[in-house]
């Protein structure tokens, strides 16, 4: 049977954790560079999140400052 280049196992609060059995896989260029990438749109949805997180947020201030307030002229 193969040996097996990595294992997957999920943390205490449901992260995935990867250990990579290998350590040639590391001096691979390819294999570097798809991991660089794979960070990078972590990245990039992570960002996503936040911006949409922030205009949402936005939203909810512009809609707050709309608000008629009755003054009470005596």
Request: aromatic letters at 6%; a positive charge; zero cysteines.
């Amino acid at each position: 049977m193969a040996e097996k280049l990595f294992s997957l196992e999920r943390g205490p609060e449901g992260e995935l954790i990867v250990h990579l059995k290998h350590p040639r896989l590391w001096i691979l260029p390819e294999f570097r560079g798809h991991l660089r990438s794979a960070g990078k749109e972590v990245l990039l949805a992570f960002r996503s999140l936040l911006d949409e997180t922030i205009s949402a947020i936005e939203k909810e201030e512009k809609q707050r400052s709309r608000k008629r307030t009755e003054i009470k002229v005596e």
